[in-house]
């Protein structure tokens, strides 16, 4: 049999330095709104819960409540483990959030206000921009940059609006 050898050789520094930053933007998350999902989702809970005793009553709508809450917090908890489905858990937590005014009142009110803040929130959140150069290399905006671009938006701006 033939044995093969792999080659090891060391990391580069760019190498090592993508590694590294794809690591630590993996574990950043938008707290803020991922805290207001989880909060709504317990004050969507909150009248269902109280009310269980009411479930099994013809017409009632209290199952729905507890389901609008658990799958909002569950929204903001699984958004807690996998950051990378933020975006999408936000609006998920958004759409469940006002239709938990079916079942739960949207927790008066409070929760509705909540899941739609906290998931516009983490819709609006994305992973930070890398601050150093590319290694030299340009933008993909043309020869002159992202600079570039912002001032041939600005100069059409005024050209339409003089």
Same mark, same amino acid.
Request: proline share 4%; hydrophobic share 45%.
């Given at each position: 049999?033939?044995?093969?050898?792999?080659?090891?050789?060391? %990391?580069? !520094?760019?190498?090592?330095?993508?590694?590294? !930053?794809? #690591?630590?933007?993996?574990?950043?998350?938008?707290?803020?709104?991922?805290?207001?999902?989880?909060?709504?989702?317990?004050?969507?809970?909150?009248?269902?819960?109280?009310?269980?005793?009411?479930?099994?009553?013809?017409?009632?709508?209290?199952?729905?409540?507890?389901?609008?809450?658990? %799958?909002?917090?569950? +929204?903001?908890?699984?958004?807690?483990?996998?950051?990378?489905?933020? #975006?999408?858990?936000?609006?998920?937590?958004?759409?469940?959030?006002?239709?938990?005014?079916?079942?739960?009142?949207?927790?008066?009110?409070?929760?509705? %206000? %909540?899941?739609?803040?906290?998931?516009?929130? +983490?819709?609006?959140?994305?992973?930070?921009?890398?601050?150093?150069?590319?290694?030299?290399?340009?933008?993909?905006?043309?020869?002159?940059?992202?600079?570039?671009?912002? #001032? !041939?938006?600005?100069?059409?701006?005024?050209?339409?609006?003089?």
């Amino acid at each position: 049999m033939r044995e093969t050898t792999v080659e090891k050789r060391p %990391l580069s !520094d760019s190498e090592f330095s993508l590694r590294t !930053d794809r #690591r630590v933007d993996e574990k950043k998350r938008p707290k803020l709104g991922l805290t207001l999902v989880c909060l709504s989702g317990l004050a969507i809970l909150w009248i269902p819960v109280n009310l269980y005793w009411m479930a099994f009553v013809p017409g009632s709508f209290v199952f729905a409540g507890i389901l609008f809450g658990v %799958l909002v917090l569950s +929204c903001g908890v699984i958004g807690w483990l996998m950051p990378q489905y933020v #975006r999408l858990l936000g609006a998920f937590a958004m759409i469940l959030s006002i239709m938990s005014m079916i079942g739960a009142l949207g927790g008066l009110i409070i929760g509705t %206000l %909540l899941g739609i803040v906290g998931g516009a929130l +983490c819709i609006a959140w994305g992973p930070a921009s890398p601050s150093r150069e590319n290694n030299g290399q340009k933008e993909h905006f043309g020869s002159g940059g992202i600079r570039s671009t912002e #001032r !041939d938006a600005a100069a059409t701006w005024k050209q339409w609006f003089k």
